[in-house]
Nanobody
Framework: QVQLVESGGGLVQAGGSLRLSCAAS????????MGWFRQAPGKEREFVTT????????YYADSVKGRFTISRDNAKNTVYLQMNSLKPDDTAVYYC????????????????WGQGTQVTVSS
């Protein structure tokens, strides 16, 4: 099992940047596929990006492609989400997710979830 704790959220003006972190417990972090999802008020949780354990391959939602970057540091058991050129539409609670075997854009692909961190982008 793995436990996930997100941090780095906050209030930022449109056009600004934030970097979210997701710290994972356990000694097998490097074998987990990791993902970021977000949920805006009144909306369903949606996929943002994912990174595989084996090759570090990444995949992004069209809405964030070119602005957000996912990365991982296996030595620190941490996955990051660098968010640039933020827009008010990026306002949401951001969740980190992990799974040892599955990955992708579906929430059902991940068994482990963090508690979320709030990102608010003002116009």
């Amino acid at each position: 099992q793995v436990q996930l704790v997100e941090s780095g959220g906050g209030l930022v003006q449109a056009g600004g940047s934030l970097r979210l972190s997701c710290a994972a417990s356990g000694r097998t972090f490097s074998s987990y596929n990791m993902g970021w999802f977000r949920q805006a008020p009144g909306k369903e949780r949606e996929f943002v990006t994912t990174i595989t354990a084996s090759s570090g391959s990444t995949y992004y939602a069209d809405s964030v492609k070119g602005r957000f970057t996912i990365s991982r540091d296996n030595a620190k058991n941490t996955v990051y989400l660098q968010m640039n050129s933020l827009k008010p539409d990026d306002t949401a609670v951001y969740y980190c997710a992990a799974d040892p075997t599955r990955w992708g854009a579906s929430q059902r692909s991940y068994d482990y979830w963090g508690q979320g961190t709030q990102v608010t982008v003002s116009s």
